[in-house]
């Protein structure tokens, strides 16, 4: 019984910090574009993540993608500028986003 416990603890922590900047984009309207898991107007998170997953410059290059904006990487469609964004919610966005595999 214990050992159930633990477990089921143990994965409730593991899945906050998921749950937790799920909610940043979230609240940032990153969803209204975007899903984890499919593309929507832009590509889906788990796609940007696969693109960029050898790049070590991801992290810096996706928050400043999510703050000012950017064109003709993923098709015809801009992504806008997102003013609303402060850097280091873009940073924790774009950490998550890249974590999403």
Not at 18 to 26: G, V
Not at 43 to 55: C, L, V
């Amino acid at each position: 019984m214990k050992r159930a416990f633990v477990l089921a603890a143990l994965s409730l922590g593991a899945a906050a910090p998921a749950l937790a900047d799920l909610a940043l984009a979230t609240s940032k309207n990153c969803m209204s574009c975007h899903a984890v898991e499919r593309k929507v107007l832009g590509p889906s998170f788990k796609d940007i993540a696969a693109r960029y997953k050898d790049n070590k410059a991801a992290p810096d290059l996706l928050a400043t993608k999510i703050m000012k904006g950017g064109a003709g990487v993923w098709g015809p469609v801009p992504m806008p500028a997102n003013t609303q964004v402060s850097e280091a919610d873009a940073k924790k966005l774009a950490a998550w986003v890249l974590s999403t595999k």
